[in-house]
């Protein structure tokens, strides 16, 4: 029986002065001899089975009371002596069960509990005892039904409902786990546990304001609980309700200033506001309280991280994974950050050693499809993100990198894995931008728009701001204020102030907030519009306050006025550079009459490894030096003064460029020099844009992209002609076609040959007219 041997006929006497055995009247820890006094009147049935009663139940007890303190060893005498008085009866079969769970001795624990709901098939104990042993195997749907049984048994017994709430909720049954809250609370309403335990569930289930009324209680029942206000605190923060979030968490706080959850919690609301410094304080006070907590390193890793302290960022990861290195929001977070900063190999064999550690977790294979995709090895990654998916199926990260490498490998269909990722995971919002951005891709504009809205929360647009009016969503503006603010780069800028002459016309008065640096641009550009510089971060308030109607992000004004195609107008421009810049310019370039001024940059200020592909070095572009009759000019904003030289040199040809001219903040200097070129050839960067905002001929080569709307050219941008390279090929191709269609320009232009040139001219095969002084 069980590893024992009962001796069914051991006196009742000698029971009563074992040493070993603890009765529950006698002082816990103490041995008890008198809890049955040997006397002569035990002579009739009923006196012997009453005092065997009394015996079983104060070693049951005692038995019991062991097991709560943790003495398993201590229990288990009890247990024997139990089974010795009673080796059928329910409570020593169920003590026995109870003792094998406390010895981690599971498997036994199922066959005793069986054996006392046999026994007792009315009683509701042995079914809970058996549930929490079969939970302990695993065995979630045969332990969830003891639980059933045993409040169908007693469903007067508030703490069978809660039992069976706690295991539902473990086991991700949450709906019916809030229901089994709910039906223990109508037995006993004064339980905060309980209440808080019902928050937490409603919380899972989405229903914030339930989860609020819940925790209400269970503060009103137990007001100086710290946990109960920490948790408030994250139901808030998760509502994204930062300033209640940050009221629960002061509370838990005064009542335990070291209670290092709340501090990481209120950094992850400033963090989540974009109080990047504050977030790291909040961070370092709980790691004074509590130095081993992890997540504490890793949100410090985080804010440090976003505060451009990369060394320190991966210092705090660094400790995170020194306490848990099997921590995977650490590990991924830090591989991110070393992929960001192009130290691939790093950030990889980070990855590796973790997988050596935990081979089969989902998370760390979805990193490293990430790094991977960042190191631009697009076969690896897709394998990596595979993997994650055999894992698990609905997985949206290893989803979402899946389609972007698929669309980088030229795959028409990639946008069905962000789909899928959507699906699986409806907040998504890097999937539902990525997927927006292939269907503006093809010229889907409504689905396009629909999904791009999800830039902020996907972190692709900045900055996200929230303001006390409401967000323009295409009400009629007669009469109204609109503010308008500014997003990106100031290459989307220009790009999205294409709209602003539509916007202006539709509403009373417009406000656009924009790059100081192009403040004056603006202003004269758009004269019946108010211009203003953006505001400072560290000006703004959590919720900002303008003297205006409505707010639209500048990104947000085309998913509004430019539904088809059809409503791009065939505008020229849209900036005016200052005229008399302009004629200092002309000035200038006075001796390059008899030639065709064209303007050349080839590359951003951005030079990520995943946007490499999209930019040339100088020395790249050697076919355009070798088209005659042409005046190079230098429009690259940052430095490049050695490859200029080493480019002049390698084809003996000369670039103009200017001591002193800003390029890169100057645009008042830069429009006006760049309204004075005959043509300008850029890939995607800000120098392009302008260039064409301003209605000078701009040849951009550059791979596929979003902009193009699923036509040849990009419609903002009527005066810019799209060159990218033909399927299979490189940019080098692109760069070879442009170079034989100058050298065609520039035998319609006559120019170079002493002729004078002439003022307007074709390019062939294009439709873009090139003007020419």
């Given at each position: 029986?069980?590893?024992?041997?009962?001796?069914?006929?051991?006196?009742?006497?000698?029971?009563?002065?074992?040493?070993?055995?603890?009765?529950?009247?006698?002082?816990?820890?103490?041995?008890?001899?008198?809890?049955?006094?040997?006397?002569?009147?035990?002579?009739?049935?009923?006196?012997?089975?009453?005092?065997?009663?009394?015996?079983?139940?104060?070693?049951?007890?005692?038995?019991?009371?062991?097991?709560?303190?943790?003495?398993?060893?201590?229990?288990?005498?009890?247990?024997?002596?139990?089974?010795?008085?009673?080796?059928?009866?329910?409570?020593?079969?169920?003590?026995?069960?109870?003792?094998?769970?406390?010895?981690?001795?599971?498997?036994?624990?199922?066959?005793?509990?069986?054996?006392?709901?046999?026994?007792?098939?009315?009683?509701?104990?042995?079914?809970?005892?058996?549930?929490?042993?079969?939970?302990?195997?695993?065995?979630?749907?045969?332990?969830?039904?003891?639980?059933?049984?045993?409040?169908?048994?007693?469903p007067e017994d508030a703490g069978g409902w809660i039992t069976l709430a706690n295991a539902l909720r473990r086991w991700n049954r949450v709906a019916d786990a809030a229901a089994a809250y709910g039906e223990a609370l109508r037995l006993n309403d004064r339980n905060p546990t309980v209440w808080a335990s019902l928050a937490a569930a409603l919380q899972a289930l989405g229903r914030g304001d339930d989860a609020r009324l819940a925790f209400a209680h269970a503060v009103v029942l137990r007001p100086d609980d710290v946990d109960t206000r920490a948790n408030l605190g994250v139901l808030h923060l998760s509502l994204g309700a930062h300033a209640a979030a940050q009221s629960a968490f002061a509370v838990a706080l005064a009542l335990d200033p070291t209670h290092a959850p709340s501090l990481v919690n209120m950094g992850l609301s400033d963090m989540a506001q974009k109080r990047c410094g504050q977030a790291a304080r909040q961070q370092r006070r709980a790691l004074l309280c509590d130095p081993e907590r992890t997540e504490a390193w890793n949100n410090l890793g985080n804010a440090l991280n976003a505060l451009g302290r990369g060394t320190d960022a991966d210092a705090a990861w660094r400790a995170a994974l020194a306490l848990n290195p099997r921590m995977v929001d650490a590990l991924t977070n830090r591989s991110a950050a070393l992929s960001t900063r192009d130290r691939f190999d790093e950030a990889l064999r980070g990855l590796d050693r973790a997988l050596r550690l935990t081979p089969t977790h989902p998370g760390l294979h979805a990193a490293q499809g990430h790094a991977l995709a960042s190191a631009q090895r697009p076969a690896a990654a897709i394998s990596a993100c595979r993997r994650a998916l055999a894992l698990v199926p609905a997985m949206a990260d290893p989803l979402c990198t899946l389609g972007l490498m698929e669309h980088a490998l030229g795959n028409r269909h990639a946008d069905r894995w962000f789909t899928r990722a959507a699906t699986a995971t409806p907040d998504h919002a890097l999937a539902r931008f990525n997927r927006g951005l292939l269907a503006l891709e093809r010229g889907e504009l409504t689905n396009g728009w629909a999904d791009y809205a999800y830039r902020f929360k996907a972190g692709r647009a900045r900055p996200d701001r929230r303001f006390t009016i409401p967000e323009w969503n295409g009400e009629p503006l007669a009469g109204k204020r609109l503010f308008v603010w500014r997003e990106q780069g100031v290459g989307d800028e220009f790009l999205f102030a294409s709209c602003y002459p539509d916007l202006i016309r539709l509403a009373g008065r417009v406000v656009i907030e924009c790059d100081r640096r192009l403040v004056p641009l603006f202003a004269r550009s758009f004269p019946r519009a108010t211009v203003r510089a953006e505001q400072p971060v560290e000006d703004r308030g959590d919720l900002e306050t303008v003297d205006c109607d409505y707010h639209v992000p500048a990104g947000s004004v085309p998913r509004l006025l430019r539904q088809t195609l059809g409503d791009f107008p065939p505008r020229s421009r849209w900036l005016e550079a200052d005229v008399e810049r302009m004629a200092d310019w002309q000035d200038r370039l006075e001796g390059t009459t008899n030639t065709l001024r064209v303007g050349v940059s080839w590359r951003s200020a951005v030079m990520t490894a995943d946007r490499c592909g999209a930019y040339l070095p100088l020395e790249s572009l050697g076919a355009l030096f070798a088209v005659p009759g042409v005046t190079l000019v230098n429009l690259q904003y940052d430095e490049c003064r050695e490859e200029l030289r080493a480019a002049s040199a390698r084809f003996n040809r000369p670039i103009l460029g200017w001591n002193g001219l800003d390029l890169r903040n100057d645009f008042e200097e830069t429009a006006a020099l760049l309204s004075s070129l005959d043509l300008v050839i850029a890939p995607a960067n800000s120098v392009g844009e302008l260039a064409g905002a301003l209605g000078v001929p701009v040849w951009r080569f550059c791979r596929s992209d979003w902009t193009r709307l699923g036509t040849a050219g990009r419609p903002w941008y009527p005066s810019m002609r799209v060159y990218h390279p033909m399927p299979g090929a490189d940019l080098a191709d692109a760069v070879a076609r442009m170079a034989a269609d100058l050298r065609r320009l520039v035998e319609l232009a006559g120019v170079g040959h002493g002729s004078a040139g002439c003022r307007h001219a074709k390019t062939p095969d294009a439709t873009h007219a090139v003007r020419l002084q």
């Open positions: 029986m069980d590893g024992h041997a009962i001796n069914r006929t051991k006196p009742l006497r000698h029971l009563a002065t074992d040493q070993n055995i603890i009765g529950q009247p006698a002082v816990l820890g103490r041995p008890s001899a008198d809890f049955i006094r040997p006397s002569s009147k035990l002579d009739t049935p009923v006196d012997q089975r009453t005092a065997m009663t009394r015996a079983l139940s104060s070693v049951v007890e005692g038995g019991r009371a062991l097991l709560d303190r943790g003495r398993v060893e201590a229990a288990e005498a009890n247990s024997r002596a139990a089974m010795t008085l009673a080796p059928a009866a329910v409570e020593s079969l169920g003590l026995l069960a109870a003792v094998r769970m406390g010895q981690n001795r599971a498997m036994e624990a199922v066959r005793w509990f069986q054996r006392a709901a046999r026994v007792a098939p009315r009683d509701a104990a042995p079914q809970l005892g058996l549930g929490r042993a079969l939970e302990s195997l695993r065995h979630a749907d045969a332990a969830l039904r003891c639980y059933r049984m045993a409040v169908r048994l007693r």
